[in-house]
């Protein structure tokens, strides 16, 4: 007798060739997706977000991998949020390249993304804020007020709107991973935050969008970030002092002409407390963020997990 073999059809979906996914279906609004997502759940699916503003590159297609290897759907959202930026000039060169974008969620295999229009998002101006106490009082909260406000405006809305199961984050943007398992947390959101590594070209810089700005000698300049950080671990975990380490790397930058820094700082990774001094018994990250001819970048490393 032969035996029978049942299958979890939408187990084996999830893991076939990329070649075969059908193509990506764009949405604009809430209302589109509520009817999609009814469908979705009466079959039982379990849906991803990956929350992007778009200028995609192959840190974003890891989100969307994860994504696709631990839920059934996922669903990218594309969309420039004014409201985290606080300086209007750097909103207006934020590089946009939509097309592009869906030619590689499409190869990359994701199912939907929604790219909302500012006034499908923000129909009136927000009168509320969201304050996240210490957690934004240093490093990107000091230097860009009110950014964290934008993220957890529209992280908010999104987490409302696309109401997913797991949403993937980019650990590049360590802080901005802390702020929002903060708003999980305090708004009792139930979903899962999943934090994905960061993807770096061959020569250490971290993928990002704001990449596409840098001009030749920029981008050689860019590579002080890593090695800054790559320098530092190696030293505290030698045995040299936190204050020894930020400030040599502290002169460093200041001979680096083109480069300015911002800071450079040894943190809680949870808490994002600011250390003054290293200890191998505590999980610590170090980040920066500096501006490299005309673009700000930001990079971090973990010290020990």
Request: aromatic share 8%; with cysteine.
């Amino acid at each position: 007798m032969k035996s029978l073999v049942f299958l979890n059809i939408n187990l084996v979906l999830r893991h076939l060739p990329q070649a075969i996914s059908q193509s990506v279906q764009v949405f604009y609004t809430g209302a589109e997706w509520s009817e999609i997502r009814l469908r979705l759940l009466q079959k039982n699916f379990r849906i991803g977000l990956v929350p992007t503003m778009g200028a995609l590159h192959q840190g974003h297609l890891d989100l969307v991998k994860r994504s696709k290897e631990n839920c059934d759907v996922t669903v990218v959202s594309i969309f420039v949020n004014p409201t985290q930026f606080n300086n209007p000039e750097d909103f207006a060169k934020y590089p946009q390249s939509l097309n592009d974008d869906l030619d590689l969620l499409k190869t990359e295999g994701a199912d939907y993304v929604f790219t909302p229009s500012v006034e499908t998002m923000y129909p009136q101006k927000s009168q509320m804020t969201l304050d996240f106490g210490p957690l934004e009082r240093v490093l990107e909260g000091a230097f860009r007020p009110g950014h964290f406000n934008g993220v957890g405006l529209i992280v908010s809305k999104l987490f409302h709107l696309i109401q997913p199961h797991v949403a993937f984050f980019g650990q590049k943007d360590l802080q901005q991973v802390a702020i929002i398992k903060r708003l999980v947390l305090d708004l009792s959101f139930p979903i899962e935050i999943q934090t994905v590594p960061t993807r770096r070209e061959n020569d250490g810089l971290a993928m990002s969008s704001r990449n596409r700005r840098l001009d030749a000698v920029s981008r050689e300049k860019s590579l002080l970030l890593f090695q800054s950080l790559s320098w530092a671990k190696e030293e505290l975990l030698n045995g040299t002092s936190w204050l020894e380490v930020q400030q040599k790397v502290n002169r460093n930058f200041k001979q680096t002409e083109g480069v300015s820094l911002e800071y450079f700082e040894l943190v809680g990774t949870e808490s994002f407390e600011i250390l003054k001094a290293f200890d191998p018994n505590q999980k610590s990250s170090l980040c920066v963020a500096a501006e490299v001819g005309k673009v700000r970048l930001i990079d971090n490393l973990p010290v020990n997990a």
